[in-house]
């Protein structure tokens, strides 16, 4: 099993901080390398019939997460991937804000475990760790003056 933690301090206080991100639909409001495009053909009836198996997970094109668990008292968000591009299974993945005491500041964690081929795991490591984590904390600094 794979696994990839990313941390980082957001400038910020972690109430605001997480009234930008807990919005479970929505991710690609405040992340960069998270888009909506338009969905058409196989992959969109793919999708229509795994929206009828998981009615309460998110969906984009190729791509479906379900949220597994959401606490606005500890800040955290934990959601799997049902369907995704990336070569991964039994992805589960957590984003958790903790407020740092002195300042206002947030310290932020990003966890994944996931399943996938021995050959692509350092390479998707990498590529979460550092695009998708990494990256989404990057545009919270921007987003907060850090």
């Not at 002195?102 to 695009?131: H, K, Q, S």
Request: with cysteine; charged share 25%.
């Amino acid at each position: 099993m794979a696994r990839v933690y990313v941390s980082s301090v957001i400038n910020g206080r972690s109430d605001r901080v997480w009234a930008r991100v807990r919005d479970f639909n929505g991710l690609p409001n405040w992340h960069p390398a998270i888009g909506e495009k338009p969905h058409r053909g196989r992959r969109a009836r793919r999708q229509d019939r795994l929206r009828a198996r998981f009615p309460a997970a998110q969906w984009r094109p190729g791509f479906a997460k379900k949220l597994l668990g959401l606490s606005d008292y500890e800040m955290f968000c934990t959601y799997s991937i049902l369907e995704s591009p990336m070569g991964v299974e039994n992805y589960v993945a957590t984003l958790r804000l903790t407020p740092v005491t002195d300042g206002e500041l947030t310290f932020v964690e990003w966890t994944a475990e996931f399943d996938c081929a021995p050959d692509r795991e350092a390479e998707l490591v990498a590529n979460i760790g550092t695009g998708i984590f990494q990256g989404g904390f990057d545009a919270l600094k921007r987003a907060f003056g850090g």
